[in-house]
């Protein structure tokens, strides 16, 4: 769920001018799950642009403390939402930990790195959404070392169904700057794409996992 559609559509715009989202139905990206996919985004790339990280981060700073109230701790997850999560929680003026994929192998063998506490709130901070497993993975870590899950909020997510039924399962609630289905509208709307390349891309959030490549 968006938080809000003024800043669904703004953030859309935003990722499309600076490329972190990258529409080609014609010569499809190969994801790294193996899906074909005719959209790439790399939010990674918020961080280099100044305006637009600090638009992003006030915009999670203002829904966050809206929707879930100030939590004690703001968690990102590794690691492609470090940096905004750790800017976010500047803002805030609120402790930062981190999530890894999994536990180190050596040292203290931490998968969250940095210093909390069990039972306080924490809100996990997210680039990307698409299935949701990682991000999920990253809430069961907090929440086996205590933590008290309030919520995630993430830059954009796919929409697909699975995401939605693994947070539903996982009972956790997820609030996006923008969705696929706000980006589309905007690329349409701005002359992105052409009409047969909307229909491509409609098609294929539907059916990702699955989607034919060869276009019509």
């Not at 139905?25 to 996919?37: H, V």
Request: aromatic share 10%; net charge neutral.
């Amino acid at each position: 769920m968006i938080f809000n559609k003024d800043t669904a559509e703004k953030t859309a715009e935003l990722l499309l001018q600076i490329n972190a989202i990258k529409l080609n139905p014609g010569n499809p990206f190969t994801w790294a799950s193996g899906w074909k996919s005719p959209i790439y985004c790399d939010n990674r790339l918020i961080l280099s642009f100044p305006a637009i990280r600090n638009y992003v981060k006030d915009a999670f700073c203002k829904h966050i403390e809206q929707q879930f109230g100030k939590p004690d701790v703001i968690a990102g997850v590794a690691t492609g939402a470090i940096g905004i999560g750790m800017l976010v929680a500047e803002s805030m003026g609120l402790p930062f930990v981190y999530v890894r994929p999994e536990a180190k192998k050596h040292g203290r063998q931490n998968q969250v790195e940095g210093f909390l506490q069990k039972g306080q709130n924490v809100v996990v901070i997210e680039d990307l959404i698409s299935t949701g497993s990682s991000s999920l993975n990253a809430v069961e870590a907090l929440r086996a070392a205590g933590a008290n899950i309030k919520g995630m909020a993430a830059i954009f997510t796919y929409g697909f169904e699975v995401a939605e039924d693994n947070f539903k399962q996982a009972k956790i609630d997820l609030y996006t700057l923008s969705n696929y289905q706000n980006l589309l509208n905007l690329a349409v709307a701005k002359n992105y794409v052409t009409e047969k390349e909307e229909q491509t891309l409609r098609e294929w959030s539907v059916t990702p996992s699955t989607w034919n490549t060869d276009l019509k």
